[in-house]
Every structure is written in C-alpha cells, then in structure tokens.
C-alpha cells in the first residue's frame, strides 16, 4: 500500500531555533520527494524536493536530508523565524510510473514562537 | 508570467446536486492533476489529465469526473454530492516532462449540506 507516514503532528520551536519533521515511506518506487508548505486557507507551495540519488539537499534555511536504505527523509529549517509558522506536507511520487499523483503525509503543523 | 488559479473560491451545494470546478494552469503547463484536502489531513490524488484525457486517478468513485481543454485549462466534475465531499479541492500544474513537480493553486472551497 502507498503510504507516506509524516511526525510530528505538531510542533513549536522558539525563533532562531531548528524545526525537524520526519517522514518515512513504504513504496521503494518512489523516486521524488517534495516538500510543501501551507498556510490557512491558501493552496501547497512546493518549497523544495530531492531524488534518491543525494543524500542531502539545501537550499536556504531548509534542508532535506534523505536515507534510502531506511526509506526515510525529513526536512530541516534552521534559524526558524515566526513567518514559518505554517503546515508542511511532505510528499513523494514515482515520477516514472504513470500518473499516480502525490502520496501525500498527514501534515505537520508549526509553529515558531518569538 | 501567471500561477495557477482556480474558480470559485468558495461553494456551498446541497446533498443530491452537482457541482462543477474549474482550473487554469499555470503558463508553459500541459498537465493538470486534481486533488482533494480534507479538513486537518493532506491532499489526496483525484485524476490527472494530459492531452485533454484522463491518464491516471485515485481511489475516487466514478461521480467525479473531469475534463482538460486545448488551452489546458481544467474542470472537476462532481455528481450526486454527500455531505464527505466537504473539502478543499486543489488544481497542480506541471511542466511538460516532469509531471513530478507540481504547483499548486488557491483551492476551492467546497461546502456540502
């Protein structure tokens, strides 16, 4: 079964701090994993995506590091600042596979304190 | 260069009806994927369209249904509405050749009662 499993549900860091999220997945012919952010009552905006072939993608203050033998990612954001407060998604899809869409986690509420 | 955008923004329906949404991709973007937001949960793959034909869906009924236009642009058809179909239903765009990378629009709201 596809399933993207994402944690926490929820999670505060003060300003300046580092947000971790974990996601693990089940499907080995996933080959592209996103990142997406969301504010209330807006649509996902992809905020930064790997493959399977690096172990780590930065870009900014948001780092996505990738374990593919334990089918495993997470997304770091470093110096966290409260205009990050928002819901993340991560993501992954076979890009090669047809067109199954995105297999989307639960999400994982943030919220940066000042 | 323009984003994605969707129409309406808001809707509210009655159980029994029917209800037609609609998308314009985002400028250089050939393929459409359709996807529901429940409330607190992610999104989840309705269909894809490409070349104005459905080329994969979802664990969805056969009541939604959709259709892809020459210049793109996108429409998600829903019949015989109940009150789960209240959610958040989004458009994503992708480039041609890269169907992985998909932006997002606004969504539209969708109320059932």
């Known amino acids: 079964q596809q399933q993207v499993k994402q944690s926490p549900q929820s999670l505060i860091v003060q300003k300046g701090g580092i947000s971790i999220i974990n996601c693990a997945y089940e499907?080995?012919?996933?080959?592209?994993f996103p990142w997406y952010q969301q504010f209330p009552g807006k649509g996902p905006a992809l905020l930064i995506a790997i493959r399977p072939d690096v172990s780590e993608k930065k870009e900014g203050r948001f780092t996505i590091s990738f374990n593919k033998s334990a089918k495993q990612f997470s997304l770091h954001i470093m110096d966290s600042q409260p205009g990050d407060s928002a819901t993340y998604f991560c993501a992954a899809i076979h890009s090669g596979g047809g067109a199954d869409g995105l297999t989307f986690g639960k999400g994982t509420h943030l919220i940066i304190q000042p | 260069e323009t984003g994605v955008t969707q129409s309406p923004t808001h809707l509210i329906k009655t159980r029994g009806q029917q209800v037609t949404l609609r998308c314009s991709s985002q400028s250089g973007h050939n393929t459409v994927s359709w996807y529901q937001q429940a409330l607190g949960q992610g999104p989840q793959f309705i269909f894809q369209y490409y070349r104005e034909e459905e080329n994969g869906r979802g664990n969805f009924p056969p009541r939604f249904s959709g259709l892809q236009f020459p210049n793109y642009s996108s429409e998600l058809n829903v019949n015989a509405l109940e009150l789960d179909d209240s959610a958040l239903y989004l458009c994503?765009?992708?480039?041609?050749?890269?169907?992985?990378?998909?932006?997002f629009g606004p969504g539209t709201r969708l109320l059932v009662l």
């Open positions: 994503a765009s992708s480039f041609p050749g890269t169907q992985e990378t998909q932006y």
């Open positions: 499907n080995t012919a996933f080959d592209y």
